[in-house]
């Protein structure tokens, strides 16, 4: 089986910072792309920003300039740098990754449980 564990979220007054870690554990033969996610109270689920195996990087307008999205491929992990934050911030946010399990011929979308961020004006 395989999982995406995140890890990093808390309490942060506004102008602060958070990292954020998805780490992914199990028999995985290839990591593709690998994306955060955010969702806040009442509304839908939102797309971050992701990074491809080979590094390109793409943001959120609401979020670019203020995070950064980065990974390291012998830890199966990512990382979420989150400067600058504001209370519109606040959310749970979701690491997501396409993952190709050992002896699959294919890679299969994987979700992780969820880290809440919260940002006190």
């Known amino acids: 089986q395989v999982q995406l564990v995140e890890s990093g979220g808390g309490l942060v007054q506004a102008g602060g910072s958070l990292r954020l870690s998805c780490a992914a554990s199990g028999s995985i033969a290839s990591i593709n792309t690998m994306r955060w996610y955010r969702q806040a109270p009442g509304k839908q689920r939102e797309w971050v920003a992701h990074?491809?195996?080979?590094?390109?990087?793409n943001y959120a307008d609401s979020v670019k300039g203020r995070f950064t999205i980065s990974r390291d491929n012998a830890k199966n992990t990512d990382y979420l740098q989150m400067n600058s934050l504001k209370p519109e911030d606040t959310a749970v946010y979701y690491c997501?990754?396409?993952?190709?399990?050992?002896?699959?011929?294919?890679?299969?979308?994987?979700w992780g449980q969820g880290t809440q961020v919260t940002v006190s004006s």
């Open positions: 990074i491809t195996s080979g590094g390109s990087t």
């Open positions: 997501n990754a396409d993952i190709r399990r050992l002896l699959s011929a294919r890679s299969y979308e994987y």
